[in-house]
Protein backbone atom coordinates (compact mmCIF):
# COMPACT_ATOMS: atom_id res chain seq x y z
CA UNK A 1 0.00 0.00 0.00
CA UNK A 2 0.94 3.41 -0.67
CA UNK A 3 0.00 6.86 1.65
CA UNK A 4 0.29 10.21 0.02
CA UNK A 5 0.02 13.28 1.72
CA UNK A 6 -0.13 16.77 0.12
CA UNK A 7 0.58 20.22 1.24
CA UNK A 8 1.34 23.59 0.16
CA UNK A 9 -1.40 25.10 -1.24
CA UNK A 10 -3.11 28.14 -0.42
CA UNK A 11 -4.14 31.33 -1.75
CA UNK A 12 -2.00 33.34 -4.40
CA UNK A 13 -2.14 36.75 -6.64
CA UNK A 14 -1.48 36.18 -10.09
CA UNK A 15 2.26 36.01 -10.60
CA UNK A 16 3.00 34.83 -7.54
CA UNK A 17 4.62 31.40 -6.53
CA UNK A 18 3.52 28.12 -4.66
CA UNK A 19 5.80 24.98 -3.88
CA UNK A 20 3.65 21.70 -3.37
CA UNK A 21 4.84 18.87 -1.67
CA UNK A 22 3.71 15.63 -1.03
CA UNK A 23 5.03 13.03 1.26
CA UNK A 24 5.02 9.20 0.28
CA UNK A 25 4.95 6.68 2.67
CA UNK A 26 5.01 2.54 1.71
CA UNK A 27 5.97 0.74 -1.40
CA UNK A 28 6.02 4.05 -3.78
CA UNK A 29 9.37 3.05 -5.51
CA UNK A 30 7.63 0.25 -7.21
CA UNK A 31 5.98 1.98 -9.48
CA UNK A 32 7.58 4.30 -12.26
CA UNK A 33 6.97 7.32 -11.03
CA UNK A 34 4.60 10.56 -9.52
CA UNK A 35 2.82 12.60 -10.74
CA UNK A 36 0.61 15.94 -10.21
CA UNK A 37 -2.90 15.93 -11.53
CA UNK A 38 -5.45 19.11 -10.90
CA UNK A 39 -9.45 19.40 -11.38
CA UNK A 40 -11.07 22.56 -11.27
CA UNK A 41 -14.75 22.32 -10.53
CA UNK A 42 -16.69 20.78 -13.42
CA UNK A 43 -13.93 19.86 -15.20
CA UNK A 44 -12.11 16.24 -15.71
CA UNK A 45 -9.10 15.51 -13.49
CA UNK A 46 -6.12 16.79 -16.09
CA UNK A 47 -2.21 15.69 -15.93
CA UNK A 48 -0.35 18.41 -15.21
CA UNK A 49 3.61 16.68 -14.30
CA UNK A 50 5.25 13.27 -13.49
CA UNK A 51 8.40 12.64 -12.82
CA UNK A 52 10.26 9.48 -13.28
CA UNK A 53 12.06 7.44 -10.02
CA UNK A 54 14.47 6.01 -11.87
CA UNK A 55 15.57 8.20 -14.73
CA UNK A 56 14.14 11.48 -12.82
CA UNK A 57 12.91 12.13 -16.50
CA UNK A 58 10.36 14.76 -16.16
CA UNK A 59 6.42 15.59 -17.95
CA UNK A 60 4.79 18.63 -18.35
CA UNK A 61 1.19 19.23 -20.03
CA UNK A 62 1.94 22.49 -22.70
CA UNK A 63 0.48 25.10 -20.04
CA UNK A 64 2.72 24.43 -17.31
CA UNK A 65 5.80 24.75 -19.18
CA UNK A 66 8.41 26.68 -18.22
CA UNK A 67 6.26 28.27 -14.92
CA UNK A 68 6.02 24.74 -13.12
CA UNK A 69 8.75 22.46 -11.80
CA UNK A 70 8.40 18.77 -10.53
CA UNK A 71 11.39 17.27 -8.39
CA UNK A 72 11.77 14.75 -5.94
CA UNK A 73 13.80 13.70 -2.93
CA UNK A 74 14.72 9.97 -3.07
CA UNK A 75 15.88 9.68 0.78
CA UNK A 76 12.85 11.90 1.89
CA UNK A 77 10.14 10.02 -0.07
CA UNK A 78 8.92 13.10 -1.19
CA UNK A 79 8.05 14.75 -4.59
CA UNK A 80 7.17 18.89 -5.13
CA UNK A 81 5.51 21.36 -7.43
CA UNK A 82 7.24 24.24 -7.67
CA UNK A 83 4.95 26.58 -9.63
CA UNK A 84 6.00 29.81 -10.37
CA UNK A 85 4.17 33.07 -12.64
CA UNK A 86 0.67 31.44 -11.55
CA UNK A 87 -2.32 32.25 -13.37
CA UNK A 88 -6.02 32.65 -12.47
CA UNK A 89 -7.05 28.90 -14.84
CA UNK A 90 -3.86 27.47 -12.65
CA UNK A 91 -6.82 27.63 -10.42
CA UNK A 92 -7.65 23.72 -8.94
CA UNK A 93 -7.31 21.28 -6.63
CA UNK A 94 -4.03 19.38 -7.01
CA UNK A 95 -3.27 16.10 -6.50
CA UNK A 96 -0.30 14.07 -6.00
CA UNK A 97 -0.17 10.24 -7.13
CA UNK A 98 1.81 7.11 -7.43
CA UNK A 99 2.06 5.17 -10.61
CA UNK A 100 1.99 1.52 -11.68
CA UNK A 101 5.37 -0.10 -12.38
CA UNK A 102 4.74 0.37 -15.96
CA UNK A 103 3.46 3.52 -17.09
CA UNK A 104 3.15 6.28 -19.27
CA UNK A 105 2.99 8.99 -16.51
CA UNK A 106 1.00 11.53 -18.87
CA UNK A 107 -2.21 9.36 -18.26
CA UNK A 108 -4.50 9.62 -14.95
CA UNK A 109 -5.20 6.04 -15.50
CA UNK A 110 -1.58 4.90 -15.65
CA UNK A 111 -1.87 5.70 -11.17
CA UNK A 112 -3.59 3.29 -8.35
CA UNK A 113 -2.74 5.57 -5.85
CA UNK A 114 -3.74 9.48 -4.96
CA UNK A 115 -3.66 11.53 -2.17
CA UNK A 116 -6.53 13.69 -0.35
CA UNK A 117 -5.94 16.98 -2.34
CA UNK A 118 -4.54 20.41 -1.61
CA UNK A 119 -6.31 23.58 -2.70
CA UNK A 120 -4.64 26.31 -4.95
CA UNK A 121 -6.51 29.24 -5.41
CA UNK A 122 -5.20 32.64 -8.12
CA UNK A 123 -6.59 35.72 -7.64
CA UNK A 124 -6.41 37.83 -10.38
Known amino acids: QVQLVESGGGLVQAGGSLRLSCAAS????????MGWFRQAPGRERQFVAAISWASGNTYYTDSVKGRFIISRDNAKNTVYLQMNNLKPEDTAVYYC?????????????????WGQGTQVTVSS
Open 97 to 113: AASRPIATLTSRWDYDY
Open 26 to 33: GRTFSGAG
